[in-house]
Structures are given as C-alpha cells and as structure tokens.
C-alpha cells in the first residue's frame, strides 16, 4: 500500500493546479476531465481511509466510489453558491470518507462481540493463530474508534496514514496549532475506548 | 519525547493493524473511476432523486425562468426570495399552507424554454437580499442558531445526519411591467387578457426565509424552511392570476377556469412537475395535507407539507410514497 501512496504522490505532482471552487465548477458542469483529476488524485488515500475504518476491501471500494459519487452531486449542489465560499476538495472528501465509514463501523458495533465467536479455529493451520490474533485485535480497534467522535477519527486515521499536522488541520477545519493538542486528546479518549471494549485484554500486535 | 507524544506514537502504533496488505490493494483508480461514471450515467438517467434534487434547486434554469418568473408574478414563489414590505398599502398575503401540483407536459415545457431564451420578462426585478449561501454546519444545533428557526427536527431513525446544510433566507422585489407579463402569456399559448390592467406597476414582494438541509448516507434528504410569505396589492385578484397560470403550464381555458375556483391562492403553492419526470397526489403527513411525487421508475418519491408555519420537504431516493410518509411520522 505504501507503493500505492506514493504512486498516487507521484500523479498528484503531475496534475495542473487549478483552485478546487474552479475544479468544482466545472465538475457541476459535466467536466470529465476536471472529476478525473479529482478522483485519481484522491481516490487510493480515500480507500485507504475507508480500507482502515470497515477492514474490508470489497465494501472500502464500494464506499469509496460512493464518495465521489457524493463529490459529483455536491458539485451541482454548489454551483449556485460558489462565488462566495471557499472550496477544500480533499476536506470534504476525508470528511465524507470518515462520516461513512465511521457510520458503517457504528452499525457494526453491536455485531462486532458476537463476530468474535465466529473466528474459525487456528488449531493446525500454520501461521493461522497469528492472523487471527491481528483480526481480533483490528475489530477491537475499529470498535474502539466506534466510540470517538468522527472528528477524532479522521484526525488519528489521517496522522496514522501520513498526512502532515498541516493537511490534518485542513482536512478536518480547525487550527493547525490546534492539531497536536487535539491528536493527544483523540489518542486518550481511543486508549479509554479500547480498554472499555475489552481490546486490552487482547493480545497486542507487536511491531 | 515527551510522554504525550509516546502515548501517541503507541497508539498510532495499535492503529497500524488497520493498515491494508497486499491482499487488500483495491481495483486501479481507472477501474474505479469507470464504475462511478457508470453510477453517474444511471442516476443522471434513472436517479429519481437527482432529478428531483435538480429540479427543485431550479437546474432546469431555463424551464424554472420562464415558470418562476410568472409563478413570482402571481405571487406564490416557492424557492424565490424575498421580502415583505412594510408599506400598509400591501394586504394581500400569500403564505403556503398546502400544496397543489400540475402535471406540464413536455411539449409545453418546450415552449416556455423557448418563452425564456426570447428574455420575455414580467417587469422589473429588484433582489433585495440575495439567499444566503448553502453553507457546511457542525451539528443540528449550530444549523438551528444559524437559521434562528424555533426548533429543527430531524429524522432519529436514519441515524445522525451526514451533511447539514443552512442558508439564510432572502428578498425581492417584482415592479409588473404588464406589456411584459401578457407578452410571456400570449407566448405560451394562453389568454394574455386574463391579466387585468391594474396590474401594470403592481409591486410584489417576495420573502424567503433560512432553512436547513439534513442528507444521510442512503440519499434521504430533509429540507425545512418557515413558509416563504408574498405581499400583493390588494387589488391583484389571485384566483384570475391563478387561472392564467394554470394556462401558462398547459391546462386548457376551461379546466384552468374550473381548477382556478376550487385552489385557495393565498395559501397554495402550485408546483409545476414535468410529465415524464413524476406523477403524484395528496397525502396526509403528520395530521396535515401534503403532496408525494411518484418517480415514474419507481426509483423514489418525495413529500411537500406544512405544518407550524415550516414548509418541509422530505425526498427518499429508494422509497415509495407511503413509506416516506411513514419515515416523516418519525420526525423528531
């Protein structure tokens, strides 16, 4: 995955700059070109985001394509009201990323003890145990973060992924002064989480 | 490094078992991008609710002119702003409390296009206060001290929603230039006499107020907004403004005739739906009279009714009329 991020750098870099409310306009006009460069600039950072919050890759892909189906349409809801704001393309998409994803873990929340049970047994497989200890752990994780505010998930998920403390402020609207504080508070309120679902009696994927 | 940023890096540590592997590299970007154009064709040709959404939002900017500005004209401007004047010399009032629907076929769409691109207009039109931006809020409760309206009620079984839009409110002004207004009728057919002489000059003021629009994940969409409210010389007779409108969209002198009599147009908005786009009728939302468009695909419908003194429009892209009436009795 790492390759894909900086694949998708590398593309990005190649993209002519244009202001994301110009982007925008034209995507609400049926500008394909200007949506290629939107989606092929965002789209392996918008699954990987998703990809961390479901754990799956069928459903990150189907959410992460109905995200910029949402782009597509909030573009045309925009184009009345674009001359006075100001556009953050790659915000609104992390936000709506986080938003889905987060609301798709919440659904499962309630599933997620009782999937617990459906773990197949490892007993004889090699290298079996393993895995399933790192699945245990990630569901206890994503339940965890079930628990945050969906702000203090797309902060912590963006920060894990790479993002600076400058692109986390952007994408999640708040000062980039503030990020450090805010990414403290995040990372109790998820160590609080993770203890309150059990996680901490898992055992820990060591690095 | 500071114990603060050891618990962080610990748990940015615990959260790397989310990363993907290998196994979990998606489809190319290309790959993707071909699917959701594909989504995009279908709902451009089948998505009920996008083509509601378009058509409430007044995409169909040439259809909407023509349509709204005669609808203005007669004073029941649904999406158009506006303002009420103080002036005491103002006693019509116009305050949606019901709606009515006519269905406009696509051949009189055609020609109140082409009533537009002529730039036919009804009189001189004075934006007061442009409608604010739709803007991004935070939570239910900013949108609420946002619009200033008394209570905002949401829909609790969707779940939180996940964009809440607000826009503040606007007015205007229309001077009738009545050469004008009888031009655009003849235009589309109907009987440009219809309109009386002491209409030249009339002023109608229009106000539109701050609303707020709450989506969610499956495309349900909630708009509500205090009712849009229209001040006309008293000396302007609705029902024959009416009568001429119902001409405008198509009815023919009879029917108009009849149907004009029997719609109160001091309290109902009429709502022009092309034919092929959707059928509809009355239903009753919450205790009240509202109006649910049927998508002819069956892919979704939407409710128009008001209730307190808020207009509310609820669209399900995947639901049908009796199930968004049922969604609506949950409203919180």
Same mark, same amino acid.
């Given at each position: 995955?790492?390759?894909?991020?900086?694949?998708?750098?590398?593309?990005?870099?190649?993209?002519?700059?244009?202001?994301?409310?110009?982007?925008?306009?034209?995507?609400?006009?049926?500008?394909?070109?200007?949506?290629?460069?939107?989606?092929?600039?965002?789209?392996?950072?918008?699954?990987?985001?998703?990809?961390?919050?479901?754990?799956?890759?069928?459903?990150?892909?189907?959410?992460?394509?109905?995200?910029?189906?949402?782009?597509?349409?909030?573009?045309?809801?925009?184009?009345?009201?674009?001359?006075?704001?100001?556009?953050?393309?790659?915000?609104?998409?992390?936000?709506?990323?986080?938003?889905?994803?987060?609301?798709?873990?919440?659904?499962?929340?309630?599933?997620?003890?009782?999937?617990?049970?459906?773990?197949?047994?490892?007993?004889?497989?090699?290298?079996?145990?393993?895995?399933?200890?790192?699945?245990?752990?990630?569901?206890?994780?994503?339940?965890?973060?079930?628990?945050?505010?969906?702000?203090?998930?797309?902060?912590?998920?963006?920060?894990?992924?790479?993002?600076?403390?400058?692109?986390?402020?952007?994408?999640?609207?708040?000062?980039?002064?503030?990020?450090?504080?805010?990414?403290?508070?995040?990372?109790?309120?998820?160590?609080?989480?993770?203890?309150?679902?059990?996680?901490?009696?898992?055992?820990?994927?060591?690095? | 490094?500071?114990?603060?940023?050891?618990?962080?890096?610990?748990?940015?540590?615990?959260?790397?078992?989310?990363?993907?592997?290998?196994?979990?590299?998606?489809?190319?970007?290309?790959?993707?991008?071909?699917?959701?154009?594909?989504?995009?064709?279908?709902?451009?040709?089948?998505?009920?609710?996008?083509?509601?959404?378009?058509?409430?939002?007044?995409?169909?900017?040439?259809?909407?002119?023509?349509?709204?500005?005669?609808?203005?004209?007669?004073?029941?401007?649904?999406?158009?702003?506006?303002?009420?004047?103080?002036?005491?010399?103002?006693?019509?009032?116009?305050?949606?409390?019901?709606? $009515?629907?006519?269905?406009?076929?696509?051949?009189?769409?055609?020609?109140?296009?082409?009533?537009?691109?002529?730039?036919?207009?009804?009189?001189?039109?004075?934006?007061?206060?442009?409608?604010?931006?739709?803007?991004?809020?935070?939570?239910?409760?900013?949108?609420?001290?946002?619009?200033?309206?008394?209570?905002?009620?949401?829909?609790?079984?969707?779940?939180?929603?996940?964009?809440?839009?607000?826009?503040?409110?606007?007015?205007?002004?229309?001077?009738?230039?009545?050469?004008?207004?009888?031009?655009?009728?003849?235009?589309?057919?109907?009987?440009?006499?219809?309109?009386?002489?002491?209409?030249?000059?009339?002023?109608?003021?229009?106000?539109?107020?701050?609303?707020?629009?709450?989506?969610?994940?499956?495309?349900?969409?909630?708009?509500?907004?205090?009712?849009?409210?229209?001040?006309?010389?008293?000396?302007?007779?609705?029902?024959?403004?009416?009568?001429?409108?119902?001409?405008?969209?198509?009815?023919?002198?009879?029917?108009?005739?009849?149907?004009?009599?029997?719609?109160?147009?001091?309290?109902?908005?009429?709502?022009?739906?092309?034919?092929?786009?959707?059928?509809?009728?009355?239903?009753?939302?919450?205790?009240?009279?509202?109006?649910?468009?049927?998508?002819?695909?069956?892919?979704?419908? $939407?409710?128009?009714?008001?209730?307190?003194?808020?207009?509310?429009?609820?669209?399900?892209?995947?639901?049908?009329?009796?199930?968004?009436?049922?969604?609506?009795?949950?409203?919180?």
């Amino acid at each position: 995955m790492d390759e894909l991020n900086k694949s998708d750098e590398r593309r990005g870099d190649s993209v002519t700059t244009l202001s994301d409310n110009l982007l925008l306009e034209r995507i609400s006009r049926g500008d394909a070109a200007s949506f290629e460069t939107v989606f092929h600039q965002h789209y392996d950072r918008v699954y990987g985001l998703l990809f961390r919050l479901v754990g799956n890759r069928v459903e990150a892909e189907d959410l992460a394509q109905d995200v910029f189906l949402k782009l597509y349409n909030h573009a045309y809801r925009q184009r009345l009201f674009l001359r006075s704001r100001e556009h953050n393309i790659s915000a609104w998409l992390y936000r709506v990323a986080t938003n889905m994803g987060y609301n798709a873990i919440r659904g499962r929340q309630r599933r997620w003890q009782r999937n617990m049970t459906l773990v197949p047994d490892p007993q004889g497989i090699p290298g079996a145990e393993t895995e399933v200890e790192k699945r245990e752990v990630a569901t206890a994780v994503r339940a965890a973060l079930a628990h945050l505010k969906p702000r203090q998930v797309q902060l912590l998920l963006m920060r894990q992924m790479g993002f600076s403390y400058a692109e986390c402020a952007v994408a999640c609207n708040i000062a980039p002064g503030s990020v450090g504080t805010l990414l403290s508070r995040a990372a109790k309120a998820f160590r609080e989480a993770y203890e309150d679902v059990g996680g901490d009696q898992r055992l820990e994927i060591r690095d | 490094m500071p114990q603060s940023e050891k618990e962080l890096q610990s748990v940015m540590n615990q959260l790397s078992v989310l990363e993907p592997t290998t196994a979990d590299t998606p489809q190319t970007s290309s790959q993707a991008l071909a699917r959701v154009n594909h989504q995009i064709e279908q709902q451009v040709q089948n998505g009920f609710s996008y083509r509601l959404r378009r058509f409430v939002m007044s995409d169909n900017r040439r259809f909407a002119y023509a349509a709204f500005l005669f609808i203005l004209l007669f004073g029941a401007a649904f999406s158009f702003p506006s303002v009420r004047a103080a002036a005491s010399d103002f006693l019509g009032l116009f305050r949606v409390q019901k709606f $009515a629907a006519i269905s406009v076929s696509p051949e009189q769409i055609a020609i109140l296009e082409r009533v537009a691109e002529e730039g036919l207009t009804p009189g001189e039109l004075e934006i007061i206060n442009e409608p604010g931006d739709l803007v991004a809020a935070d939570s239910l409760k900013a949108a609420q001290e946002s619009t200033g309206l008394a209570a905002v009620r949401t829909l609790p079984e969707l779940g939180d929603p996940d964009e809440i839009w607000v826009a503040d409110g606007g007015n205007g002004r229309l001077t009738v230039d009545l050469e004008g207004a009888r031009a655009i009728v003849a235009a589309t057919g109907a009987d440009p006499m219809l309109l009386p002489d002491s209409l030249d000059g009339a002023v109608v003021d229009v106000a539109v107020y701050a609303g707020i629009q709450q989506q969610w994940a499956d495309g349900t969409m909630l708009m509500q907004t205090a009712s849009p409210v229209v001040d006309y010389p008293d000396d302007v007779n609705p029902t024959v403004l009416g009568e001429a409108l119902l001409q405008v969209l198509g009815m023919n002198d009879d029917e108009a005739h009849r149907l004009a009599q029997n719609i109160d147009w001091t309290s109902t908005l009429l709502l022009p739906i092309p034919q092929e786009f959707a059928s509809f009728n009355e239903v009753t939302v919450e205790g009240v009279s509202g109006l649910a468009l049927n998508s002819l695909d069956g892919h979704g419908s $939407a409710l128009f009714w008001q209730k307190d003194g808020i207009v509310y429009l609820l669209l399900g892209p995947d639901m049908t009329a009796d199930e968004l009436v049922s969604l609506a009795g949950t409203l919180k």
